[in-house]
């Protein structure tokens, strides 16, 4: 676990006690600054809101309002066990046929991954449709969420139709999904995606760490292979102050 980071002290040294400025906005806005020019580096730890409190000479109220503002706009994340911290940098991702493992990894973060639900069920009709397979017929079901450099950006459900459905869960610890598939031989060559936005629903808000019903980047990913057969239909949400889609228009 990171230690606390405890901030220079001309951070707040211009802080206006008397004036009409709220002292939260204040604090707020000169922590705000200091997370944005990497004087509080990304990934940091703050101190606990007594001793920010003890340290500025105010109310413990004001300073865990001051926090509040920054996590409200995706700065700083709340962490159970960990206490707050700020958050890395946004995740850009161009809308190409690539992994969102891959492309942390090319743009120097960290993936990580934590698996949900690895299991093999009986494909629903609306999941056999997609697969282009008979309703019915097994399929791997695959839910994960997806960190980068510790911050948790993505929840990742998955559909595999045979011969894919022995994929073991150790497999996905440490590698992408196209990454397993591709050194299974399998060629990815086109997909069909939709990207939308929804409220988080369900436990993705606790997994994602944002507030309860707050606004999610969604993608729906149908995958097929060099010989035009199915190989993966997905389903992922994104926390949408961290990550980001790219794409270059080019008039016709």
């Known amino acids: ?8 002290d001309e951070v707040f040294s211009d802080l206006d006690r008397n004036g009409p400025v709220p002292l939260y906005y204040q604090v ?8 944005r020019s990497s004087v ?20 413990r109220p004001t300073v865990r309002r001051a ?11 709340r962490r159970r066990g960990i206490g707050t911290q700020v958050v890395q940098g946004q995740v850009s991702r161009p809308v190409e046929l690539t992994s969102l493992y891959d492309d942390l990894q090319s743009t120097s973060h960290e993936p990580t991954t934590r698996t949900l639900l690895h299991a093999i069920i009986p494909a629903p009709e609306e999941i056999a449709e997609q697969l282009r397979i008979a309703e019915g017929t097994d399929v791997l079901h695959l839910r994960r969420v ?21 994929i073991a869960e150790d497999d ?9 598939l591709r050194a299974r031989g399998v060629a990815i060559r086109v997909a069909n995606q939709a990207i939308s936005a929804r409220r988080a ?17 969604t993608t729906e990913r149908v995958v097929f292979n060099d010989a035009g057969e199915v190989v993966e239909y997905g389903i992922h949400c994104y926390r949408p102050d961290l990550y980001r889609f790219e794409t270059t228009l080019v008039a016709k």
Not at 146 to 166: C, H, K, M
Not at 172 to 180: A, F, H, N, S
């Open 1 to 8: 676990m990171s230690s606390e980071t405890i901030w220079p």
């Open 28 to 35: 707020a806005s000169r922590l705000e600054r200091a997370i």
């Open 40 to 59: 509080i580096p990304a990934g940091s730890r703050l101190e606990n809101e007594i001793s920010i409190a003890q340290r500025l000479g105010m109310s």
């Open 67 to 77: 926090i509040q503002e920054l996590v409200d706009k995706g700065l700083l994340v």
């Open 146 to 166: 997806r960190r980068s450099d510790g911050t948790p950006v993505a929840i990742l459900e998955n559909y595999l139709p045979a011969p894919f459905t022995d």
């Open 172 to 180: 996905l610890d440490t590698r992408g999904l196209y990454q397993v």
């Open 201 to 217: 629903k369900g436990d993705e808000a606790d997994l994602l760490g944002i507030s309860r019903g707050g606004p999610v980047l």
